[in-house]
């Protein structure tokens, strides 16, 4: 049994504007590439972690390079989301959703993640 997927404010507007679905978050948090960074893990689609079976047309091929930041005790919380950056390097230097100072508390498991 998955965790539920719950996103923050500004999660939903990220997918919004970059018209990910709950799914397309879903399949990137199962397939992605896991890489633990400053207090939360982000989850990266990427082209080699497309299962085989799946066909060369689905939408889900269009989400190789889609970053999922979550919280890493369970996975639940969606701190953001983005598309298509060419690295985890980039990640780093860029952190989109830090630009302000904010703490949020998962409303899943209680974990404080502070964007700093
Ligand atoms: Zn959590």
């Known amino acids: 049994m998955e965790n539920p997927l719950i996103l923050s404010i500004?999660?939903?507007?990220?997918?919004?504007?970059?018209?990910?679905?709950?799914?397309?978050?879903?399949?990137?948090?199962?397939?992605?590439?896991?890489?633990?960074?400053?207090?939360?893990?982000?989850?990266?689609?990427?082209?080699?972690?497309?299962?085989?079976?799946?066909?060369?047309?689905?939408?889900?091929?269009?989400?190789?390079?889609?970053t999922v930041v979550l919280c890493p005790t369970c996975e639940s919380f969606v701190i953001t989301v983005y598309r298509n950056e060419a690295a985890f390097g980039k990640d780093k230097k860029k952190r989109r959703y830090n630009q302000k100072r904010q703490v949020l508390r998962c409303p899943y498991c209680g974990t404080l993640h502070k964007m700093i």
């Open 10 to 66: 500004h999660a939903e507007e990220r997918a919004g504007q970059e018209n990910l679905s709950d799914d397309d978050i879903l399949f990137v948090r199962k397939h992605g590439y896991k890489l633990p960074n400053a207090g939360v893990v982000f989850r990266q689609l990427r082209r080699d972690r497309i299962p085989v079976q799946l066909p060369g047309s689905h939408r889900y091929r269009q989400l190789v390079g889609t």
